[in-house]
C-alpha cells in the first residue's frame, strides 16, 4: 500500500510553503485521533494567492484549480504540524466556501479540486469524506475558495 508522502512523491506534487495563523486561531488543532484543520485559502508555490470571484473573474474550471491549490495549502499545514503526511489516516469532512456572484450555482464542482486531490492522495476508501460546498459574497482578502477540513490521524 502507498503511503500520502509517497503518492505526493509518485504525482510529482510540490506542497506550497506552509502558513502559520494569520489571526487569534490555531492552523491544525487535534483531539483525539481527530486533526481539525482551519479554513486555509489558494496559496501558490510563490506565497501568493488566487483572488476574484468564481463566475465572474475566474471560470469554474479556474476556480476548481484553487480549490485544488487550497488542498495542497491544508496538506503543507498537515506535514508541518506532524511531520509527515503519513500520520494522516483519512479524509473525514470538507467545508468548501466559494467566492461567487449570488446567481453562481457551480459551487461542488470548484470543490472538487479539492476533493479530487484528496482522493489522489489517500484513494477512494480514505481521501473522501463527507462535504459540503457553498457560495460566500466574499471571503477574507478576496480569495476565490476557502477550505476547512477535518482528518482521522493514526
Same mark, same amino acid.
Given at each position: 500500500?502507498?503511503?500520502?508522502?509517497?503518492?505526493?512523491?509518485?504525482?510529482?506534487? #510540490?506542497?506550497?510553503?506552509?502558513?502559520?495563523?494569520? @489571526?487569534?486561531?490555531? =492552523?491544525?488543532? +487535534?483531539?483525539?485521533?481527530?486533526?481539525? =484543520?482551519?479554513?486555509?485559502?489558494?496559496?501558490?508555490?510563490?506565497?501568493?494567492?488566487?483572488?476574484?470571484?468564481?463566475?465572474?473573474?475566474?471560470?469554474?474550471?479556474?476556480?476548481?484549480?484553487? $480549490? !485544488?491549490?487550497?488542498?495542497? $495549502?491544508?496538506?503543507?499545514?498537515? /506535514? $508541518?504540524?506532524?511531520?509527515?503526511?503519513?500520520?494522516?489516516? !483519512?479524509? #473525514?469532512? +470538507?467545508?468548501?466556501?466559494?467566492?461567487?456572484?449570488?446567481?453562481? $450555482?457551480?459551487?461542488?464542482?470548484? #470543490?472538487?479540486?479539492?476533493?479530487?486531490?484528496? /482522493?489522489?492522495?489517500?484513494?477512494?476508501?480514505? @481521501?473522501?469524506? +463527507? !462535504?459540503?460546498?457553498?457560495?460566500?459574497?466574499?471571503?477574507?482578502?478576496?480569495?476565490?475558495?476557502? +477550505?476547512?477540513?477535518?482528518?482521522? #490521524?493514526?
Amino acid at each position: 500500500m502507498t503511503t500520502p508522502e509517497q503518492q505526493l512523491e509518485k504525482l510529482g506534487i #510540490i506542497l506550497p510553503p506552509a502558513s502559520g495563523a494569520t @489571526g487569534v486561531f490555531k =492552523v491544525v488543532y +487535534v483531539d483525539g485521533k481527530h486533526a481539525y =484543520v482551519s479554513g486555509h485559502g489558494p496559496v501558490k508555490e510563490d506565497g501568493s494567492m488566487i483572488t476574484g470571484k468564481v463566475g465572474a473573474d475566474l471560470s469554474v474550471e479556474e476556480g476548481k484549480l484553487a $480549490a !485544488r491549490q487550497v488542498g495542497l $495549502a491544508i496538506l503543507a499545514s498537515l /506535514r $508541518a504540524h506532524f511531520g509527515s503526511l503519513d500520520k494522516v489516516k !483519512r479524509v #473525514i469532512k +470538507v467545508l468548501g466556501m466559494v467566492n461567487c456572484p449570488s446567481d453562481f $450555482a457551480s459551487q461542488p464542482q470548484v #470543490i472538487n479540486g479539492c476533493s479530487e486531490l484528496f /482522493r489522489d492522495i489517500w484513494g477512494e476508501d480514505l @481521501g473522501l469524506g +463527507v !462535504r459540503s460546498a457553498v457560495g460566500m459574497g466574499s471571503l477574507p482578502g478576496q480569495i476565490s475558495v476557502e +477550505v476547512e477540513a477535518l482528518f482521522e #490521524i493514526h
